[in-house]
Structures are given as structure tokens and as C-alpha cells.
């Protein structure tokens, strides 16, 4: 299933003349320049393809007849390579090792084509058996500077003709039969495409791109021993032309430009649709949506007008909104893919996949950020909370290298399919609230999002509910009134009732809260005594009584549910401490 739905991309992508996406027998290489012909062979003009400005010329990627792998020794590419194959010189001069690769150059010319009747190979083939290789700088440098072209990869056009001279069909047919009969590979039916006697690949493609994989790529196809052998076949049967179609899909999505990949812990996610869609360049960014207000000074218009549609597509559809009711272009009904990729050794593990609707998927990830929604601490805090600043909030010292990849799995999972949230999310967040006595925003955030997945909880508020009356939330509240009166009646203490009581007090709150709110009347008494802050004092002691009045006793022990809704308890009455301050201000 994952390899005919990327064999479907290739196909898909190589029928849209923008995606750079390479047909079988070939590949996309940096192309610096064109030689251009005239019929008779003669070098009328080089045309400098790089693009860019001023001294920032980068080459132009181009689909060429596919690149050999040169580790030594001579090795010529078919029909364009190096001025040293092209020339028989570079930097260096006309030595006797390019004039070898001039040679290799010319017969592996002639041994693909032979006497090919076109005007094009025939244009090519006389250049070369004209072509001086002691005067390459002098000739070159009437058309372009000799240290600009000597390194560059170069290929050839015929004057007057559009188009490049590899692109030719009758070469490309040439080519591709080279391929087929240079190699003796078994024949057999694709478990693909369904052909029968096809040639089969021997070896696939490394897949290169995945994060903490090999620089040299790895394998999610490959046998290497006997005991994964089965019905008398030691390859898999994937014949030659699907091998390259999948793999080089799959190199593309995971390549340093694409926007339909993210890395989330050790696995690489990729995503596509089975046809041309807006949302595969927008998918990205729901894993990380952007910031709430764009830098018009360094970001461009296309760059804001990305980041609106997402936001506003995140709002739409999390406020139960039809996507589409947003962004009338989005066609929710396109079948969408998501494979994540994680690396193990020389081959790759297929961590995730799913195939679903589009529409399926939004719904599925406007749930996670509805069930995520709370009062944020700041405003300055984001909306939508990305996938890795949740994480994060999970691991210790706050780094990304102590993230959990099982954990960091099962919430992209969770988000992605509907599917309960890890267990260990919730004792994993309770722990880093302890360690560091701390209820961020992004910590609320998840313990609210799992008690409403993962728990048979109704509801839990976005923001401070007074009216509600569930035990571990009021003791959470009555907790958050607790540290305030400490605050206002000894600032700049060096150790809060948070710093020594919070992981007890909603753990274990029926051992600690008579010690708490006998030092809260101390507080409150001390409070009394300053005229101008009596009022504090009488807001704090029934705002204090308003709560407990709403319960009859302190129990001994919480389970780990009723903990993290004490958290949310206490989180919402701190932030609405903070909003009333301000609005008072």
C-alpha cells in the first residue's frame, strides 16, 4: 500500500512540468550552463542557465539522464557531466586524466545512441570529434568567463530549437533501452504495478532525508540474510521502473526544501494527496502553526497571507466549522497520506501510516487543539500550541534531545488518528509539575486535553469555572488562594508555599491543607493590619470561604486524574489573579 501510493505520486508529480520530479533513468542535478550546437557541431554560444542575482548565480536543477556514482576511478555521464568529460579539460588543464574522461565521455555517447538518426545526438557526436581539448579555455572564454564554466556541470542545446538535447525522445529511448539490456536483472511480475515480465530491481534506492538516519541513506525495502527468504525469491519483485518511482518520491518529499515534511523527536513525518491539493504545502504547519501576528518587515506577503490561512483555517475548524466554509479551494474529499520514518541502522522503521480523507484528518486535528484549548498564561503565548512545545514541557531541563520517542509517537498519533493519548502523558506531565513547581500554559494544556480523551470527563473548562464543584478542582483553586495570600503578605519570599507544598498538596492534600490554611491566617491577619491592604485581606478570606463551603472534607490521597484537574484548578484561578490585576490596573 505505501509503496503504489508513492509510485502514484511519482506519476502524479511528473505530469506537473513545475515539480522537478525526474522520470525513470533519470535524476535532477545542478546544471551550471548549455553548450549550444549548431547542426554541424560547431559551439555557437554557452548559455549560463544558473539563476539568482549579482554574485549569489546558484545552477538550475534539471532532469538529466540519471548520474553515475563516482567514488574513483573514470566513470562519464550520459549526454552532459563535468567540463572535464564535456571539455577533456577543467582547472587544472588538458591532462592526460581529463583526456581520458573526454574518451569515456564520447564512447559511452556512441555505445547508448550508435548512429541514431537525429539531429540533435548527430549535432552532439560531430562536436566531439571536433572538439580541440588543448584550446577548450581560449574557446570557452569567447563566450563565457573560463573559471565559471571550467568546474560546472554543463549539457547542450541545438540553436535555434527549444528544449535540451537529453530531453529528446529518441535519445531518451535510447537511453532507457541502454539501461534495460546492459544489466542481466530476472524477470517476474511487480508487486506494484501488477506487470509481468518486467525486470525486477536488485537493489532499491537509499532514502536519504531522515532525521538521525545515515548520510548515505537507508532502506525501507532490502534482504540480507537467508531466513528472510521466502517462495524461492531473494528480492522482493518490484520491477525496476516502480523501484525508481517510489524511492525517488520518496527522496523528494524528504528532501532540505520540502514543505510536506516535519520531524517530530527521532521520526521524520511526510505527507501527500493523491491529487494536487493545497493543504499538502499547509500540513505542516498544523504541527507548528505560526505565530499570531507575521513581522511585515521581514516577512513576505505570500509568507502572511500562508500564516492567516492556517490560523484561520485552525480556528474554522476547531469552532466545528466544514473546512472548505474557509478556504473555498480546499478539496476536503482528496485521499491524504502520512508516513513517518524513523532510522535504524542501515535501514528505516515505518513508524506511522494512515490514509484517510482530508476532511477526516482536519477534523481529527481540530479535535487535539480543541480539547488543548485553555486561558493562555500570556498572550504572547500561541493559540494553537505546536507539537514540539508540548513535548518539550514533557522532557527534562526542557531539551528537545530528552524528548521521549515513545511518548513523542503516541501524541503525534493521538493527534493525527483520534486515538487516546498515551497513558504515560499524564504521570510524565505531573512529574516535570513537580520537579520544577511549575503549571505552564502548555502543561495545562495537556492535562486538559487528556482528561477529556482519555478519562470519561464531561468537560473541562477553558477557563476558571467558579460555579464548578469537583473536589480536586476546588482544592486546586484553594490551593492558587493559598500561595496568593502568602505573596501579598510576604513579598520577595524566598520560598513559596508552591516551592514546598504543591506536589503534597495534590497528591496527598488531606496531610497538608489544615498546615496550609493555618499559615494562610497568618497571612490574611498580617494583611488586616496594613489599612491599605485590608481590602485584600477580606477579598482573600472569602474567596477562601466561597470554596471550601463547596466541599465537606479533605480527602487522604488523589489518583492521578483527580491531580491533574487539581493543576487545571489551580492553573485557572492563578491566571485569573493575574486578569483581574489587570484590569484593575
Not at 500500500?1 to 542535478?29: C, Q
Not at 535540451?164 to 511480475?189: M, N, T
Not at 506511522?352 to 476532511?359: G, M, P, Q
Amino acid at each position: 500500500m505505501i509503496l503504489h501510493a508513492l509510485n502514484n505520486y511519482h506519476k502524479r508529480m511528473l505530469d506537473d512540468p513545475g515539480a522537478e520530479m525526474p522520470a525513470f533513468g533519470t535524476s535532477v542535478e545542478n546544471i551550471s550552463f548549455a553548450l549550444v550546437l549548431g547542426e554541424d557541431g560547431s559551439l555557437r554560444d554557452i548559455e549560463d542557465l544558473r539563476e539568482g542575482g549579482g554574485k549569489k548565480l546558484k545552477p538550475r536543477r534539471l532532469p538529466v539522464p540519471a548520474a553515475v556514482t563516482r567514488t574513483s576511478g573514470v566513470k562519464a555521464n550520459f549526454i552532459w557531466d563535468k567540463a572535464a568529460y564535456v571539455f577533456g579539460a577543467d582547472a587544472d588543464g588538458s591532462t592526460a586524466k581529463n583526456r581520458e574522461r573526454f574518451n569515456a565521455f564520447c564512447e559511452l555517447l556512441t555505445a547508448v545512441c550508435g548512429d541514431l538518426d537525429d539531429l540533435g545526438y548527430q549535432a552532439v557526436r560531430r562536436y566531439l570529434k571536433f572538439w580541440d581539448a588543448g584550446r577548450s579555455e581560449e574557446t570557452v572564454a569567447r563566450f563565457q568567463p573560463w573559471e565559471d564554466v571550467c568546474n560546472a556541470n554543463l549539457v547542450f542545446r541545438l540553436d535555434g530549437v527549444p528544449g535540451f538535447i537529453h530531453d529528446r525522445p529518441a535519445i531518451q529511448k535510447c537511453w532507457i533501452e541502454y539501461g534495460q539490456s546492459a544489466s542481466d536483472v530476472p524477470l517476474g511480475q511487480c508487486l506494484i504495478s501488477g506487470e509481468d515480465d518486467v525486470p525486477l530491481a536488485r537493489i532499491h534506492t537509499p532514502i536519504k532525508g531522515v532525521r538521525g538516519g545515515q548520510t548515505s541513506g537507508g532502506y525501507i525495502v532490502s534482504y540480507n540474510a537467508s531466513a528472510f527468504v521466502s517462495y524461492k525469491q531473494d528480492k522482493a519483485s518490484v520491477a525496476e521502473t516502480s523501484a525508481f518511482a517510489y524511492t525517488t518520491a520518496l527522496n523528494a518529499l524528504l528532501g532540505s526544501d520540502s514543505r510536506q515534511k516535519v520531524a517530530i523527536a527521532d521520526t521524520t513525518y511526510i505527507f501527500w494527496a493523491e491529487r494536487k491539493n493545497i493543504a499538502e504545502e499547509l500540513f505542516a504547519d498544523f504541527f507548528d502553526p505560526p505565530e499570531e501576528e507575521a513581522d511585515t518587515e521581514q516577512t513576505s506577503r505570500d509568507d502572511q497571507q500562508t500564516a492567516a490561512n492556517i490560523r484561520g483555517l485552525l480556528k474554522a475548524v476547531r469552532d466545528g466549522r466544514r473546512p472548505v466554509d474557509f478556504l473555498p479551494e480546499l478539496d476536503e474529499n482528496v485521499r491524504f497520506y502520512i508516513l513517518g520514518l524513523a532510522p535504524n541502522a542501515a535501514r528505516l522503521s515505518i513508524r506511522f501510516w494512515a490514509t484517510d480523507s482530508l476532511n477526516n484528518l482536519l477534523t481529527r486535528v481540530s479535535q487535539h487543539y480543541e480539547q488543548l484549548n485553555i486561558v493562555r498564561q500570556y498572550d504572547s503565548e500561541p493559540e494553537f500550541p505546536p507539537l514540539w512545545r508540548l513535548l518539550v514541557q514533557t522532557a527534562t531541563l526542557g531539551k528537545g534531545e530528552n524528548i521521549s520517542p515513545v511518548l513523542a509517537g503516541g501524541l503525534t498519533r493521538a493527534m493525527l488518528t483520534g486515538n487516546p493519548y498515551p497513558q504515560s502523558l499524564l504521570p510524565v506531565v505531573l512529574d516535570r509539575i513537580r520537579a520544577e513547581q511549575d503549571v505552564t500554559y502548555f502543561r495545562a494544556a495537556l492535562l486538559k486535553a487528556f482528561l477529556l480523551r482519555n478519562t470519561k470527563m464531561e468537560e473541562v473548562p477553558v477557563s476558571l469555572d467558579a460555579e464548578r464543584t469537583d473536589l480536586p478542582y476546588l482544592l486546586g483553586r484553594l490551593f492558587a488562594v493559598i500561595e496568593k495570600a502568602q505573596e501579598e503578605a510576604v513579598p520577595g519570599s524566598n520560598a513559596t508555599v508552591k516551592d514546598r507544598y504543591l506536589a503534597a498538596a495534590s497528591a496527598t492534600p488531606g496531610l497538608v491543607f489544615h498546615l496550609l490554611l493555618k499559615n494562610q491566617t497568618n497571612h490574611i491577619a498580617k494583611l488586616r493590619k496594613d489599612t491599605e491592604r485590608k481590602g485584600r485581606a477580606v477579598y482573600l478570606e472569602r474567596l477562601t470561604q466561597d470554596i471550601i463551603d463547596k466541599f465537606d472534607n479533605y480527602p487522604k490521597t488523589q489518583s492521578p486524574e483527580q491531580q491533574g484537574l487539581f493543576m487545571i484548578g489551580y492553573y485557572h484561578q492563578r491566571k485569573d489573579f493575574y486578569t483581574k490585576k489587570a484590569q484593575e490596573v
